[in-house]
């Protein structure tokens, strides 16, 4: 072993940058995993977003989430949410602003109910200007452009509109080939 000592004596440095560069090289191989999950996951599949989960929701919805849930997880529930009705504050500072249709009951006195209770919730775009600058706007189609979501902030955000719907299209063609198997 002395032998050897005595050799390898000139290439201390060497060996010391060989073995560094093999742990580092662990290090990598093993982080690399976790990595490439969040790329996908977060980057590519969520859009950048790391979590979707709204902190914001109306009154109206929460009691619709709570009918299903136990007493004991109710409060669990209830404090993980931020109730507001005012549309200005539920976007403020939004990665995401999402819409959807208002209007698609055949009953003209639902239609017209539906009209008056989300008459300060149109999308605009002085709505969007508390969300953050480049916010992503998602609409599941159809829209109704002048009800939901106006001319502008409809155009100005189509490409992101109609990637949803495709990918929409991608997930209802999936379910079909499922059903179809």
Known sequence: MLKLMKYLKGSVKSIFLIILLLVLQAFCDLSLPSYTSNIVNIGIQQGGVDSHVPEVIREEQMEKITIFIEEKEQKLVEDSFELLEDPAAGV???????????NNAANEAEAERR???FLGYQLTGSLLENAKPGCMVLHCLPAHRGEEITDG??????????????????????????LMR
Not at 156 to 177: G, P, Y
């Open 92 to 102: 403020k500072d939004a990665d995401v602003v999402v819409t959807a249709v208002w």
């Open 115 to 117: 009209m008056r209770e």
């Open 153 to 178: 902030v409809f155009e100005a955000h189509a490409k992101e509109i109609f990637d949803e719907a495709e990918n929409r299209l991608h997930a209802q063609k999936a379910v079909m080939v499922k």
